[in-house]
């Protein structure tokens, strides 16, 4: 008798990449809002400039490279490379900072590694840390919360500022500021205490004005990436429970030096790195015990550079130097295959998460 038996795989996940690539534009959306709420539209014009330069560069690489370009244009992992690319962005950074950002994240970050899944570093952080390496004064010059200036950068006002320059706005320098986190550390730096620097009108109940509801929507985001099973729970918890404790731990000892734990959380990259920047597949852990090291490694490197490093967020790097550990982790956190001994080697298991990259 003829036995129906099915050929392996055996089991499908129940995700596309393009219907991954959705859900996490579905869960960007709040904070989207958010963010145009606060800082004006300058981040839109940045979005269609990213997208439009991100699915170009993707086309123009995949020809080089002599792969199908429909298919991997398509499936949604440039545009969402080049939106959080921008969510990184000062909203009325100059034009070709996005170009240039999002070209290195498609080509060198992405393709030369060779292409979707195979990347070891997170793209968009890849191209933000250029950025801010090589260009550091347009990349430092953020709006402050029209809460706070008053002032509310229309869509002609950012085009005109993000295409031709501030010259001859006369309300730049009150619609521009330091942000908390870099306020927060220049002040620290003149031997001001914490409750005297939180007293400024940028903060707000418990982060920057602004930039604590920003991280709600982040979070809301995520709370329903989780729920779609998207991505699991083990990074985000891992990653902002270490950055939470240490903060804690510090501003126990130390309360004159250390800001609270909530405006770790809430005043910059924190949220969004951990729902959406380090749960990428592509260039995270695998195991979930994999998961609970790199998670806990970014938020412990993102506090030691924040509090003691040369920038006042440490999100991006923090990332980008757990991916070059994600090799090792996985290697001595493979889980144990059934029916066989320990395996050891980092081509084990990989491939499960490069499946649906968003790299």
């Given at each position: 008798m003829?036995?129906?038996?099915?050929?392996a795989?055996?089991v499908?996940?129940?995700?596309?990449?393009?219907?991954?690539?959705?859900k996490?534009?579905?869960?960007l959306?709040?904070?989207l809002?958010?963010?145009?709420?606060?800082?004006g539209f300058g981040?839109?014009?940045?979005?269609?400039?990213?997208?439009?330069?991100?699915?170009?560069?993707?086309?123009?690489m995949?020809?080089?490279r002599?792969?199908?370009?429909?298919?991997f244009?398509?499936d949604?992992?440039?545009?969402v490379?080049?939106?959080?690319?921008?969510?990184?962005?000062?909203?009325?950074?100059p034009?070709?900072?996005?170009v240039?950002?999002?070209l290195?994240a498609i080509v060198?970050?992405?393709?030369l590694?060779?292409?979707?899944?195979n990347n070891?570093?997170n793209?968009?952080m890849a191209?933000?840390?250029?950025?801010?390496?090589s260009?550091p004064?347009?990349m430092t010059?953020?709006?402050v919360?029209?809460?706070?200036?008053?002032e509310?950068p229309g869509?002609?006002?950012?085009?005109a500022?993000i295409?031709?320059?501030?010259?001859?706005v006369?309300?730049?320098?009150a619609?521009?500021?330091?942000?908390?986190?870099d306020?927060?550390?220049?002040?620290?730096g003149l031997n001001?205490?914490?409750?005297?620097i939180?007293?400024?009108?940028?903060?707000?109940?418990?982060?920057?004005?602004?930039?604590e509801?920003?991280?709600?929507?982040?979070f809301?985001?995520?709370?329903?990436?989780?729920?779609?099973?998207?991505?699991?729970?083990?990074i985000?918890v891992a990653m902002?429970?270490?950055?939470?404790?240490?903060?804690?731990g510090?501003?126990?000892?130390?309360p004159?030096?250390?800001?609270?734990?909530?405006?770790?959380?809430?005043s910059?990259?924190?949220m969004?790195g951990a729902?959406?920047?380090?749960t990428?597949p592509?260039?995270?852990?695998?195991?979930p015990?994999?998961?609970?090291?790199?998670?806990?490694?970014?938020?412990?490197?993102?506090?030691?550079?924040?509090?003691?490093g040369?920038?006042p967020?440490g999100?991006?790097?923090?990332v980008?130097?757990?991916n070059?550990?994600?090799p090792?982790i996985?290697y001595?956190?493979?889980?144990?295959?059934?029916?066989h001994?320990?395996?050891?080697?980092?081509?084990?298991?990989?491939d499960?998460g490069r499946?649906?990259?968003r790299?």
């Amino acid at each position: 008798m003829a036995l129906n038996r099915p050929i392996a795989p055996l089991v499908h996940g129940d995700h596309s990449v393009r219907g991954v690539m959705v859900k996490v534009l579905y869960a960007l959306v709040p904070a989207l809002l958010v963010y145009v709420g606060f800082f004006g539209f300058g981040i839109l014009i940045h979005m269609v400039l990213a997208v439009v330069v991100a699915v170009a560069a993707e086309a123009v690489m995949l020809r080089l490279r002599g792969r199908p370009v429909r298919p991997f244009v398509t499936d949604g992992s440039a545009p969402v490379t080049a939106m959080l690319l921008c969510f990184a962005l000062p909203p009325l950074a100059p034009w070709w900072v996005t170009v240039v950002g999002v070209l290195f994240a498609i080509v060198v970050a992405k393709h030369l590694y060779g292409g979707l899944g195979n990347n070891p570093f997170n793209p968009a952080m890849a191209g933000y840390v250029l950025l801010l390496v090589s260009f550091p004064l347009p990349m430092t010059t953020w709006p402050v919360a029209f809460t706070v200036s008053g002032e509310y950068p229309g869509p002609l006002v950012s085009a005109a500022i993000i295409f031709l320059g501030p010259d001859g706005v006369a309300s730049w320098d009150a619609i521009t500021g330091a942000t908390p986190l870099d306020l927060m550390k220049t002040q620290l730096g003149l031997n001001q205490v914490v409750p005297e620097i939180a007293a400024h009108p940028v903060f707000g109940d418990f982060g920057g004005k602004g930039w604590e509801w920003l991280a709600n929507a982040f979070f809301l985001g995520g709370l329903w990436l989780l729920y779609k099973k998207v991505i699991t729970w083990h990074i985000p918890v891992a990653m902002l429970g270490s950055l939470f404790i240490m903060s804690l731990g510090f501003a126990a000892l130390d309360p004159g030096s250390h800001p609270s734990p909530l405006f770790h959380l809430f005043s910059g990259g924190a949220m969004i790195g951990a729902f959406f920047i380090a749960t990428d597949p592509v260039s995270a852990a695998t195991s979930p015990r994999g998961r609970l090291i790199y998670g806990a490694g970014i938020g412990i490197l993102t506090f030691v550079i924040r509090t003691w490093g040369g920038y006042p967020d440490g999100v991006a790097f923090a990332v980008l130097l757990m991916n070059m550990m994600v090799p090792t982790i996985d290697y001595y956190t493979k889980p144990r295959v059934f029916g066989h001994g320990p395996q050891h080697g980092p081509e084990h298991g990989r491939d499960h998460g490069r499946d649906h990259g968003r790299g």
